[in-house]
């Protein structure tokens, strides 16, 4: 089946800087990217969902400028965290869909700012 | 607005028991309902979607309109089911799912 990785698995980081994620869809062509946010003992959240060459559609509330989406290829999204603080801390996933099929689902990195 | 409900956050059932995962939907137009599982240290999974009518793993879910409702059912659970069970609609056409607050499932054995 249709994989997808993310890097890295975990990041502790400092307040006030920058941590990007990476989305990769290992063998197949995504022509569309999701990122996720998840609290603890909550559901997923949708934050963005990106298509490969085109600016990113950020969803009600989520800060374009503080969630940097780059989607430069159709196997790779990347998500950076600008000035990072700790309320950022969470579960962030990713998922890569092919032409509005099932969208396949990231293990997931999980956030941790001091 | 755009809602799905999952009203028990934890199920546990007996290995051999018939489960029922509860999921109501309030969506304007013909939403598309999946549901997506997480086992122990794993990734979600898509575990089926209505317009399959398939049976994945034993589970089936039936979509009932007039209710709104979209229910999980497996009538022996197992051990090996015990996972985290997301309801997700999803807007025909589009991309973009609203997943419920999930039912954590635990089948004792």
């Known amino acids: 089946g249709a994989v997808v990785s993310q890097h890295p698995s975990r990041v502790i980081c400092k307040s006030g800087t920058s941590v990007k994620i990476e989305c990769r869809s290992l063998d197949f062509q995504a022509t569309t990217m999701f990122w996720y946010r998840q609290f603890p003992k909550q559901s997923l959240m949708l934050m963005a969902t990106s298509n490969e060459g085109s600016k990113a559609t950020y969803e009600q509330g989520v800060e374009k400028d503080k969630f940097l989406i780059n989607h430069a290829s159709l196997t790779l999204s990347t998500l950076t965290v600008t000035s990072a603080h700790p309320e950022d801390s969470s579960f962030y996933i990713c998922?890569?869909?092919?032409?509005?099929?099932?969208?396949?689902f990231g293990p997931g990195t999980r956030l941790l700012v001091l | 607005a755009q809602r799905v409900t999952q009203p028990e956050k934890l199920l546990s059932v007996f290995k051999g028991a018939p489960v029922e995962l509860k999921c109501n939907y309030s969506y304007s137009g013909s939403p598309e309902l999946f549901w997506y599982v997480q086992y122990s240290r794993q990734r979600l999974q898509l575990l089926l979607r209505h317009i399959s009518r398939e049976s994945i793993k034993g589970f089936t879910a039936d979509l009932n309109k007039g209710e709104t409702s979209f229910h999980l059912k497996k009538p022996f659970a197992q051990e090996e089911d015990s996972a985290m069970y997301y309801c997700?609609?999803?807007?025909?056409?589009?991309?973009?799912?609203?997943f419920g607050t999930g039912t954590r499932l635990k089948v004792l054995a």
């Open positions: 998922s890569a869909s092919q032409a509005r099929e099932t969208q396949y």
């Open positions: 997700a609609p999803r807007t025909s056409g589009t991309y973009k799912y609203i």
